[in-house]
């Protein structure tokens, strides 16, 4: 069976986002970025804009975490891809189908019952509980707003 070349796992809740995407995708040279997302595979409305923000020669499709999990393995070799998901699709991705070692965390907006990890980075207890069980299965987390920026701490994220 065929596996992607996933060169960065990235959970980020604006997804394709201007000038970000276009520094990630520069830093780790892929050809098609992977949205993974029920709700955006599920409206064709909000590809355009995304469509419109991802480097140009890099592709850009929008997956249900279900079709992620059916067909990435089916990816030909030369197809290297960052897939970029919310928090809770990461967990499903990662045990069912996906060689996923390494996730970057960009941005997690603040909301009702969410506590400031970084400036950027907010969780409540759920999100921790998902993010303890991806170090459970052995992935790698980083918190990493830019490729040129340091990492912060990931204990932040567990305070």
């Not at 998901?85 to 969410?114: D, W, Y």
Request: with cysteine; net charge negative.
């Amino acid at each position: 069976m065929t596996q992607p070349k996933i060169l960065l796992a990235r959970i980020d809740d604006r997804f394709i986002y201007g000038q970000d995407v276009e520094l990630w995708n520069e830093a780790v040279g892929s050809n098609l970025v992977l949205i993974v997302n029920d709700e955006i595979a599920a409206d064709s409305r909000q590809w355009a804009p995304m469509r419109v923000a991802a480097p140009e020669g890099v592709w850009t499709r929008f997956f249900s975490v279900q079709r992620t999990i059916d067909i990435i393995h089916t990816a030909t070799p030369w197809v290297r891809c960052p897939p970029w998901a919310r928090l809770f699709t990461v967990p499903t991705i990662a045990s069912n189908c996906a060689p996923i070692t390494k996730i970057s965390i960009g941005h997690m907006q603040a909301g009702e019952g969410k506590r400031p990890a970084t400036p950027a980075v907010a969780v409540d207890d759920t999100d921790v509980a998902v993010l303890r069980e991806l170090q459970k299965l052995g992935i790698e987390l980083e918190i990493r707003y830019l490729p040129s920026s340091a990492p912060d701490p990931i204990g932040n994220l567990f305070n």
